[in-house]
């Protein structure tokens, strides 16, 4: 008999309608139904908090992360099923990844639709990722179920604001699949990122910046004198930015403001190639750090909870480097 807890935090997935469109009111809960015929499955279900997931601030998933890592060492279940609202679900998923020893079976999963609209999808995503926490797997970390897909936590977005197959990896696919008979696995995770050990604390004063034609070397100014520790610059392509964007980056380095530039870019690493004024070679030996081919937002959580841990430039850059 497994023992899975089910831990609720709100989202589309508990939302009814109102007078004025989808809300969340003080009743809402999960719909377990779809889980009920499973045989050889104790389920619990704990209510964490009620949130629309645009209202998930990074403190709030650090508390959760908090919590699956006191479940973890407890040993009392078998696996923990979280349900989140979908907007912000990766970076929730991605904070307790990097936390989490990884011996608990950690599954997110999430509705597209609510109950209250035609083809709902949330029932069987639950009914789906309650299997796959039941599911005996190594080193696969905290996953993502939602279409009958499997996804690293460290690579899944979302890519959709209303379909139901929102959720992809792009660049690797899903590891695998929840069919009606059985969970099959088509690959797994050749890495994790994983925090040092210690507590999980955060440095807020973390800021994401996105590149535009002519645009970003003022916001990273202005976030370098506003007191922020650490920036993360989504440049074009391999990594390249604007002169202008590459002497405020340069500014906000020589004033302790740890830089890591990442692609907005959908796939592909960034790489030191290009060495004009601007190209990701400059940027390197102006002193920027590299996340490889990981999404800005979730190196922000990264990069938040490192300089929280009181890690330094050269110990992010050594976390950075397997990327």
Known sequence: MKKILIITTGGTIEMQPDSHGLSINPVSKV????IEALQDVEISVRKFLSLP???VTPEIMADLARELRA???SGEFDGVVVTHGTDTLEETAFMVDIYLEGTLPVVFT?????????????PRNIRSAVRVACTERQNLGVTIVLND???????????CTSNVSSFDSPGYGPLGFVDDDRVIY????????NLPEGPLVLENRVGL???AAGFGHDVIDFLAGSGYRGIVVEAFGRGNVHPETADAIERAIKSEVIVIITSRCHEGRVLGVYSYPGGGKDLENRGVLSAG???GNKIRIFLMASLGRGLGKQEIEKLLSRL
Do not use: F, N
């Open 31 to 34: 719909d377990i139904s779809s």
């Open 186 to 193: 088509h690959r797994l995770p050749i890495w994790r990122m």
């Open 71 to 73: 479940i973890e060492k």
């Open 53 to 55: 997931s645009p209202h």
């Open 110 to 122: 999430a509705a597209m639709r609510s109950s209250s609209e035609l083809g709902v999808d949330g």
């Open 209 to 211: 910046v996105r590149t």
């Open 149 to 159: 897909e499997i996804h690293a936590a460290g690579r899944v977005t979302k890519t």
């Open 293 to 295: 081919d990981m999404a």
